[in-house]
């Protein structure tokens, strides 16, 4: 079998076409920086795949790199997604779920399933904090319990650890706390130590699984329910409305403290005045957010009332022969 190291951005037809039923698909997610492009360089062998030491984004849209898995002679897709904590200007978490809706719904109408879904978390992190829950709530809300025994938790930066007992304790409070969901829907820990064997390992033990359809791809083509209403996105829109409501209450008490300084402070009004102004800003690009959250559903009404019409039309035309 020859070698393929193919790489390219979903939309691409050519690289869609040369794909068969038959690849393994697995998608990698996770926050960024938890390392999930070195890990698909390391395990592909495509130096395209940006890597980054930081926690600014290298995946600045989902990839598709295929290539031939050397010891096994299967034909792998990897999917390298966006993190939902994307630090590039201007992109939301808005925009990185609808592409990856985008792209699980044109595997499904395409009749591909995934074999694999794997998921980074870096156990140098000493707590688990409030982007960890929320990114991990959304990668739940997008798999569904379903595809749980398709899921790896991959643990990743284990050299940066103060000791490996420390890991260990982490380990298990991952396991027993934060992904306890997943756990007991039989997903996997594994541990990347930055080797081409650990990495080989996770496909090893995808290899065998039956694949699975994701919830939101269940969600909408079979239930019908636009994006908003799937659970991703519902988890999306509720988070997007505590923040705006946070926002709102907060600029609100800026005002009245602003109302109750006496007129010769002008220091302290000035100060006041550009913290308000810098949550204005926030609260503003949070409400373009949920307009774009808003904005998705109706582009999705208008496609199925179109889809609906002309499948009318074409039932209007068999009743009529």
């Known amino acids: 079998m020859v070698p393929m190291r193919n790489s390219s951005s979903y939309e691409d037809a050519d690289l869609a076409s040369n794909r068969g039923q038959e690849d393994i698909v697995v998608a990698v997610m996770g926050?960024?920086?938890?390392?999930?492009?070195?890990?698909?360089?390391?395990?592909?062998?495509?130096?395209?795949?940006?890597?980054?030491?930081?926690?600014?984004?290298?995946?600045?849209?989902?990839?598709?790199?295929?290539?031939?898995?050397?010891?096994?002679?299967?034909?792998?897709?990897?999917?390298?997604?966006?993190?939902?904590?994307?630090?590039?200007?201007?992109?939301?978490?808005?925009?990185?779920?609808?592409?990856?809706?985008?792209?699980?719904?044109?595997?499904?109408?395409?009749?591909?399933?995934?074999?694999?879904?794997?998921?980074?978390?870096?156990?140098?992190?000493?707590?688990?904090?409030?982007?960890?829950?929320?990114?991990?709530?959304?990668?739940?809300?997008?798999?569904?319990?379903?595809?749980?025994?398709n899921v790896v938790v991959l643990t990743t930066f284990w050299d940066q650890l103060p000791s490996e007992e420390e890991g260990v304790k982490r380990e298990g409070q991952l396991k027993t706390r934060f992904f306890k969901d997943l756990v007991d829907g039989g997903a996997c820990f594994m541990r990347h130590d930055r080797t081409i064997e650990s990495a080989r390992k996770v496909l090893g033990h995808i290899f065998p699984l039956p694949p699975a359809v994701a919830q939101i791809q269940t969600e909408i083509r079979e239930e019908g329910k636009t994006l908003e209403d799937t659970s991703a996105g519902s988890v999306h829109r509720e988070e997007v409305e505590r923040i705006i409501a946070n926002h709102k209450k907060e600029v609100g008490d800026l005002k009245a403290e602003m109302d109750a300084l006496k007129e010769g402070n002008t220091a302290a009004r000035r100060e006041l005045e550009q913290e308000r102004a810098k949550l204005q800003a926030d609260l503003a690009r949070w409400e373009k957010e949920r307009s774009e959250l808003q904005q998705g559903l109706d582009e999705e009404k208008k496609s199925r009332e179109k889809l609906e019409a002309e499948a009318a039309k074409i039932q209007a035309q068999i009743n009529s022969k």
């Open 31 to 149: 926050s960024t920086g938890t390392g999930k492009s070195s890990f698909i360089r390391l395990l592909t062998g495509n130096t395209d795949v940006k890597v980054g030491d930081s926690l600014e984004s290298e995946t600045s849209d989902i990839q598709v790199i295929r290539f031939c898995d050397g010891p096994s002679g299967r034909n792998v897709t990897i999917v390298d997604t966006p993190g939902f904590d994307d630090s590039r200007a201007g992109v939301s978490d808005t925009d990185i779920l609808r592409t990856i809706t985008e792209f699980l719904l044109k595997e499904y109408d395409e009749n591909r399933k995934l074999n694999g879904l794997v998921y980074l978390q870096r156990i140098s992190d000493p707590r688990f904090g409030g982007q960890s829950t929320r990114n991990l709530r959304m990668f739940r809300n997008l798999c569904g319990t379903e595809a749980y025994k």
